[in-house]
């Protein structure tokens, strides 16, 4: 679904509205990248085992095998692949990258720490989440390990100026580039919403319907939405 | 020192029973019931509160009470169906392989050969592995792209390239029917080898004597004698399969589409990522039923009719 809707954004269609409902069915753009997916499926220019890999890290790291004409990373595995001669023959290198096609626009996703709403020691909790996933010291703790130690993308700009972060990250990707495209990186509000988990793991099942060609694409796409309008 | 409290044999009986009884109601019974309460309550824990119990510091919600409202809704979900034809297929080919393949490595093993203690011993590996080992050992050997079995297909020039086992949906179904089968017929061997070192060795000998055989001392003497066995074998198969769920965890997550979804597996992703525990649960009472309901078929057709008249 995150590479769907990197696609799609790249096409410049909107996966959903305001109100956070699904409008797949109403753009052109994501007509065009599912019938896109479909001849590439077709005729073979993925990993044929794609649809059942089981994490979406899986499925990039079956384009890792390079047989494919279709390629796709996450950034954060460039460290991997561009930065540690250990894990990569590639390494050590710094990455060629290239805006994503079309708008430029792409899926940015992030991890974020919620509280309950039951949460005993409140204070402490936000404390906690605070250090976890923002700055509760002004000194960017965690964000800056996250980044030297995995090279994640991160939601805050100022880590792309960080001097500790430019000198790591300037070894193995191009950090122009990458804080250009995190400009392009578009909030998904849907996540927040109680359905979007349900949502996700059945959409999945009718995107993949759309790529193997057991249903069309505008009848899947029509799917898509409809499944939102029933769990909302 | 006597208490002085003078007790019947079957209160005596009783009272010593009490402490397991206690614990099996604690640890069995109460979950069963509690479970059986949610499937005809409203549980969606990302939507609902309410009131609740606090049991030694733990919250165990009481949810708003739906009857029956959760089993008609999931059966009126075609996936809730088609997960089952494709369950009553998986469960049907499970125990089919697991029980021939375990009773024909039981049979061998009855042998005597040289290395029969170490083969006895080896067998039991894949049954010891846990299912996510399994799960993995079998995505090393099956991947399309690393697999060492289309690495060898390939090599053998049997193949031009790779088989991509997991592309469709019924043959990613068949691989997690063989797979299975590889971790469970072991066991199957063990109860069966364990029945037939338990028949007389002089029924044989008078067999042989008669002229019968090997497949007619199979067939009229080793056979009947495992109908116990065979009865435990597919029970205990049929369970297991209706309750399989760590490799499609590990193997497919239920895809592609909804193509390896099994009722288990359906109602695991209803109460664990979607937070419906009320039709979660009821999904996995269903099976609960479609599992008794087999074994009582099992025992009026393996069991019950081989049973001595009274």
């Known amino acids: 679904m995150p590479q769907f809707m990197s696609d799609c954004f790249s096409e410049g269609a909107q996966v959903f ?28 220019l993925v990993n044929p085992e794609v649809l059942t890999k089981t994490s979406s890290t899986d499925v990039h790291r079956l384009f890792w095998a390079g047989r494919y ?19 990569s023959k590639l390494a050590p290198k710094k990455a060629r990258m290239a805006m994503y096609p079309g708008t430029g626009a ?26 976890l996933g923002g700055n509760l010291n002004g000194d960017w703790y965690v964000q800056r390990q996250w980044c030297l130690i995995a090279g994640l993308d991160n939601p805050y700009p100022e880590m792309y100026e960080h001097p500790e972060i430019v000198q790591s990250y300037d070894r193995w990707v191009d950090l122009k580039l990458l804080r250009l495209q995190s400009t392009k990186g578009k909030v998904i509000g849907a996540y927040k919403e109680p359905w979007y988990a349900e949502y996700d793991t059945k959409a999945l099942a009718i995107v993949h319907d759309i790529i193997r060609g057991g249903v069309t694409v505008p009848k899947g796409l029509k799917q898509l939405a409809s499944l939102q309008k029933s769990l909302a | 020192m006597t208490l002085g409290v003078r007790l019947s044999e079957g209160r005596f009986a009783l009272l010593l029973v009490l402490p397991a009884l206690l614990a099996i109601f604690a640890v069995v019974m109460l979950p069963l019931l509690y479970s059986l309460w949610l499937s005809f309550t409203d549980v969606n824990v990302l939507r609902t509160s309410g009131p609740a119990l606090e049991l030694f510091g733990v919250r165990v919600p009481l949810f708003r009470w739906v009857g029956l409202q959760n089993y008609v809704g999931i ?18 080919a499970f125990v089919l392989e697991a029980t021939l393949v375990g009773l024909g490595m039981a049979l061998i093993l009855n042998e005597r050969f ?39 297909l390939y090599n053998l020039h049997l193949v031009d390239g790779s088989i991509a086992f997991f592309k469709d949906g019924f043959s990613a179904l068949n691989v997690l029917v063989s797979v299975y089968a590889w971790n469970q017929a072991p066991f199957a061997a063990l109860l069966f080898l364990a029945g037939m070192q338990s028949i007389s060795v002089d029924v044989y000998s008078a067999a042989e004597v008669d002229g019968a055989g090997y497949w007619q001392r199979f067939g009229y003497l080793t056979l009947p004698a495992l109908r116990p066995i065979l009865f435990l074998v597919t029970v205990l ?36 990522t979607f ?7 009821a999904i996995l009472y269903t099976l609960t039923a479609l599992c008794l309901l087999l074994t009582l078929v099992y025992y009026r057709l393996i069991l019950a009719r081989f049973e001595p008249a009274a």
């Open chain 2, 114 to 152: 040289a290395g029969r203690p170490l083969l006895r011993s080896l067998l039991l590996i894949p049954w010891s592995l846990s299912r996510v080992v399994v799960g993995l050992l079998w995505i090393g050997i099956l991947d399309f792209e690393f697999g060492a079995f289309n690495g060898l």
């Open chain 1, 69 to 87: 004409a279709y390629h796709t990373n996450h950034s954060y595995y460039l460290k991997t692949i561009a930065g540690e001669p250990q894990n």
């Open chain 2, 275 to 281: 937070f419906k525990f009320g039709p979660g649960t």
């Open chain 2, 237 to 272: 198969a049929t369970v297991n399969a209706f309750l399989m769920l760590d490799l499609i965890y590990v193997l497919t997550m239920g895809g592609p589409a909804h193509d390896t979804t099994t009722v288990a597996w359906l109602g695991f992703q209803t109460a664990f």
């Open chain 2, 75 to 92: 059966f009126d979900d075609p996936l809730y169906w088609s997960s089952l034809w494709r369950t009553l297929y998986f469960v049907g």
């Open chain 1, 106 to 131: 792409t899926y940015m996703w992030t991890d974020s720490y919620v509280l309950n709403a039951r949460t005993k020691a409140l204070e402490d909790a936000w404390k906690l989440t605070r250090f």
């Open chain 1, 17 to 44: 509205d305001a109100q956070n409902r699904v409008i797949v069915d109403q753009e052109p753009g994501a007509a065009r990248t599912m019938e896109r997916w479909q001849k590439m499926y077709r005729t073979g």
